[in-house]
């Protein structure tokens, strides 16, 4: 039995969707199963507010399924695929460098996959600001993981995460409802 792990492909900018059917049409889920992680923002345009889904990692999609080298080279020739991540090893024995294909681990897939909805999509949560900047997540896909907000924009509705992805933190801007304390709930008891 092979091992099943999560890898990313590396596709042109702008076609992640179109990957994602092709991965679809081509492989049974029970094979491999893709994913284009989005988040919803709001976005201002004419002074009105709209609100969109965006590509979280714009130029990946993911991909869950246990690799050979037939499947590499099948999805090699899925069309606007650039490359497979991988790594380069060399081992002071051989005289050739090599490259291994570079799985996530589990510890950096778990929270990202935890913020997502059944669709993929990673919606608004709704978070109290309190006095001194301390930020509270009422509801939603974050309530619980506070430490991954860095940053709190009131005016856009939107708050920045730090989240881990293929080894190095990125950051991520993702749609907010804010909610601010009455009075009473402020005052100390």
């Known amino acids: 039995m092979m091992l099943v792990h999560w890898y990313a492909l590396f596709v042109e900018s702008g076609q992640e969707d179109t990957v994602q059917h092709c991965l679809r049409k081509e492989?049974?889920?029970s094979v491999l199963t893709s994913l284009v992680p989005k988040r919803r923002v709001p976005e201002r345009k004419l002074g009105l507010i709209r609100h969109t889904v965006r590509n979280?990692?714009?130029g990946y999609v993911l991909i869950r399924t246990s690799l050979h080298p037939e499947?590499?080279?099948t999805?090699?020739?899925i069309p606007h695929v650039l490359q497979l991540l991988t790594h380069k090893k060399?081992?002071?024995?051989?005289?050739?460098e090599y490259f291994t294909l570079s799985s996530i681990p589990e510890w950096e897939i778990a929270p990202l996959l935890e913020l997502l909805d059944e669709?993929?999509?990673m919606d608004y949560s709704t978070i109290r600001l309190h006095v001194h900047s301390q930020i509270q997540v009422v509801s939603g896909p974050l309530r619980g993981r506070e430490r991954f907000i860095k940053k709190v924009d009131r005016h856009k509705q939107r708050a920045t995460l730090q989240l881990p992805f293929l080894?190095?933190?990125r950051s991520i801007e993702v749609g907010i409802q804010i909610v601010y304390p009455s009075i009473e709930q402020s005052a100390p008891l």
């Open 27 to 29: 492989f049974a889920e």
């Open 71 to 73: 499947l590499y080279y």
């Open 167 to 169: 080894g190095e933190c």
């Open 56 to 58: 979280m990692f714009p």
């Open 119 to 121: 669709a993929d999509v």
């Open 90 to 96: 060399n081992s002071s024995n051989e005289p050739l």
């Open 75 to 77: 999805l090699r020739r």
